[in-house]
């Protein structure tokens, strides 16, 4: 994905070059540089060098990158102390995936521009994408300080510090920038994403409906929205949303798997499966598509297709419990209880506070009368499901313990 830019005038070199990321559920990186005075900018350049930076960021702008590195590489040795030009050929080079060769162009233009807010944020940019969110941070700092105003550097401090788990940090950066500029719709989203993390559903829909307002083919935003509903059990409002979400971003997978979940909850299965596939033929390494595909075909009782499908997702993501859990239970389903027994182990392995994984390991163990060890599994369950104050499941676990102690398991 581009950077993108405002497009320079012939006497105003400022650069802007960005990064947009709108991946649902992705924290999304946008960024613009304020503008200087053309007499702060144009003075002390060579005519020459700054016609191949424009020249540069044109070429830029229309996804020609090798012909921008090009047409930067030629400013710069046309004037080696052109700072902006840096910042385009880091641009340029970090979306060829040159990570290295980009922050060392920042790096230079911080060298021959310490004052320029835009070198340091497009360094925390590329930082933040290597997931070096605490050197990030302090790029994003450094350009804050040195510009106050610089909304997509707060932003995206915003992003860096949601990332780090630092909800209430994240959530005074997004709220600040908002004040500074109120009609920029992504830090509403994201603003909105805190929100809905601390528990606050009703405020983070707010948020989510503000962004759209304001952007309303902000296909991030609706799919956002679309989640929040789901959440709240509103599953009709939820669909409309996660297809406006769609309709608007047809190529991100997120949406579909979202419709799916929602289309299942409604007894759609069918439905939803499709759903799921599209979502799979637009990223194959889309682990929650596989798993909620795996789900729904074992509610189809396709136990094999199932199996094919959970055996997937765990390739994908050794580390997801859920999915253990799903390949046991299909297992089992098959008449395979010794294979079942050590997929629910797996699970508890992975996650020692599962308890459904204990609950279905009980079930299994009391069925093969390995009785003492399902008594063992259930009181485990027991336990945890008393902690998550589910009685639902906890009517279940005594019912299992009143067969097992009468051993009429079938």
Known sequence: MLKTTSLLSATIISLCLTNINTAFGVI?????????????????????????FEEGV???????????????????????????????LGNTLDDQGKSSEAIASYKKAISLEPEESGAYYNLGL??????????????????????????????????????????????????????????????????????????KISEAIAQYQKAISLEPKYAAAHYYLATALHGQGKITEAIAEYTEAIRLEPTNPAGYSGLGQALEIQGKISEAIAQYRKAISLNPKYVLAHYNLASALYDQEKLTEAIAEYTE??????????????????????????????????????????????????????????????????????????????????????????????????
């Open 28 to 52: 999304v990186s946008v960024g613009e540089q304020n503008k200087p005075d053309a007499s702060e900018t144009i003075a002390p350049y060579n005519k020459n060098a700054v016609a191949s």
């Open 126 to 199: 590329t930082l933040a994408r290597l997931d070096k969110l605490e050197e990030a941070i302090a790029q994003y700092q450094k350009a804050i300080s040195l510009d106050p105003k610089y909304v997509r550097a707060r932003y995206n401090l915003g992003n860096a510090l949601y990332n780090q788990g630092k909800i209430t940090e994240a959530i005074a950066q997004y709220t600040e920038t908002i004040r500074i500029e109120p009609n920029y719709a992504p830090p509403y989203a994201h603003l909105g994403n805190a929100l809905y993390d601390q528990g």
């Open 58 to 88: 044109n070429l830029y702008e229309q996804g020609d990158l090798k012909g921008s590195e090009a047409a930067f590489r030629k400013a710069i040795e046309l004037q080696p102390n052109f700072a902006k030009a840096y910042i385009g």
């Open 313 to 410: 997702t765990i390739r994908l993501d050794p580390k997801y419990v859920q999915a253990y859990n799903g390949l046991g239970n299909a297992l089992d389903d098959q008449g395979k209880p010794s294979e079942a027994i050590a997929q629910y182990k797996k699970a508890i392995s992975l996650d020692p506070k599962n308890a459904y994984a204990y609950y279905n390991l009980a079930v299994t163990l009391g069925r093969e009368q390995q009785l003492d060890d399902a008594i063992v599994a259930l009181k485990k369950a027991r336990e945890l499901f008393q902690i998550q104050r589910n009685s639902k499941m906890l009517e279940r676990v005594d019912r299992l313990f009143q067969k097992i102690n009468t051993t009429q398991i079938n």
